[in-house]
């Protein structure tokens, strides 16, 4: 069975920090390209940050501040996040694409809260 498992998430004052972690299961986790990807309150999707065969990639609006990492060892991926500010406020969502073929899946997510 595929799963994405996140954790991390809570609730942090602007200016703060949060590490937030995808474990996966099920599939090859090295075939997969891994992304973050959230949902503020009332919007839709917006894709935060991409690590595939080592190169990584970010949005605009978390460039500088959100750091992307993963361990082919422990199937995880983690997504660092600093400076929060209100506007990170959002579920977030791991997802794995695979590099060939179909595959595609998603987690739950997990609830970031910026809030003083």
């Known amino acids: 069975e595929v799963q994405l498992v996140e954790s991390g998430g809570g609730l942090v004052q602007p200016g703060g920090s949060l590490r937030l972690s995808c474990a996966a299961s099920?599939?090859?986790?090295?075939?997969?390209?891994m992304s973050w990807v959230r949902q503020a309150p009332g919007k839709g999707l917006e894709w935060v940050s991409a690590?595939?065969?080592?190169?990584?990639r970010y949005a605009d609006a978390v460039k500088g501040r959100f750091t992307i990492s993963k361990s082919n060892a422990e199937s995880t991926v983690w997504l660092q996040m600093n400076s929060l500010s209100p506007e990170d406020t959002a579920v977030y969502y791991c997802?794995?694409?695979?590099?060939?073929?179909?595959?595609?899946?998603w987690g739950r997510g997990t609830q970031v809260t910026v809030s003083s």
């Open positions: 997802q794995a694409t695979a590099r060939m073929g179909p595959g595609n899946y």
């Open positions: 099920g599939f090859t986790f090295t075939g997969y390209a």
């Open positions: 690590i595939n065969s080592g190169a990584t």
